[in-house]
């Protein structure tokens, strides 16, 4: 069994300031891991995605976040956020092969103030 | 192209009624997924097809849901004898194989049960 852990409901923040959201996984098995975002009124999209190799991973909007195996953590962030950032994030873990199935966390809230 | 298409996109219904919502997954995905998000919360798993036949369905709440995909294409939820506690956004996703990972979302259907 998977589960993800997102431990802030919301995160405020002034335009251009960075941010980190952050996500925290359980898991027995190798896992992959990903960043949504949901836009109000849009159905969710890919952010980026832990499949393998470097643990640093670019995802779009000036998005990136880091996998550390030790501390089970996939935290995203971005250096200098902009007002059409506000959104809802969520993290989600899925354990490759057989029936695959992405768990999600309860999602964290973006709200960037001018 | 066509992404995931999902109808209606609100309905609103009445207790004790019967409700069919219905998930149209991008073209040549297996995988189909349905997530049910309450507000607040991330989407949580219901039923997974790969192709014709549910893999995994572990996720429904109770026997007045029951879902179908006849055709290894389009997927129809059924809820029956709604309930209050029904009132939800259900999220269909596609995917095109596991080794990716992503899977992609269409808008969702907002159900609300009166």
């Known amino acids: 069994a998977q589960s993800v852990t997102q431990l802030d409901s919301q995160v405020p923040v002034f335009e251009e300031a960075p941010v980190e959201l952050r996500c925290n996984y359980s898991?027995?098995?190798?896992?992959?891991l990903f960043w949504y975002v949901q836009y109000p009124n849009q159905g969710l999209q890919l952010l980026l995605k832990?499949?393998?190799?470097?643990?640093l991973v670019k995802g779009i909007n000036g998005f990136e976040a880091e996998f550390n195996k030790s501390q089970t953590s996939f935290h995203l962030r971005k250096p200098s956020v902009h007002i059409s950032d506000t959104a809802e994030y969520f993290c989600?873990?899925?354990?490759?092969?057989?029936?695959?199935?992405?768990?999600f966390g309860r999602g964290t809230s973006l709200i960037v103030h001018p | 192209g066509a992404g995931v298409s999902q109808t209606p996109s609100n309905k609103v219904t009445e207790k004790g009624k019967y409700v069919e919502l219905r998930c149209d997954p991008i073209?040549?995905?297996?995988?189909l997924y349905w997530y049910r998000q309450s507000l607040g919360q991330g989407p949580e798993f219901l039923i997974y097809?790969?192709?014709?036949?549910?893999?995994?369905d572990s996720g429904l709440p109770n026997d007045r849901f029951f879902a179908v995909r006849p055709e290894g294409s389009v997927s129809t939820l059924k809820i029956q004898r709604t309930e209050r506690g029904d009132s939800a956004v259900y999220l269909c996703?596609?995917?095109?194989?596991?080794?990716?990972?992503?899977?992609?979302f269409g808008e969702g259907s907002r159900l609300t049960v009166l």
């Open positions: 996703a596609s995917s095109l194989t596991s080794v990716t990972g992503e899977l992609f």
């Open positions: 898991s027995s098995v190798s896992v992959y």
């Open positions: 832990y499949l393998s190799g470097s643990t």
């Open positions: 989600a873990v899925g354990a490759p092969g057989g029936s695959y199935i992405p768990t």
């Open positions: 073209s040549g995905h297996t995988a």
């Open positions: 097809f790969q192709g014709t036949g549910a893999a995994d």
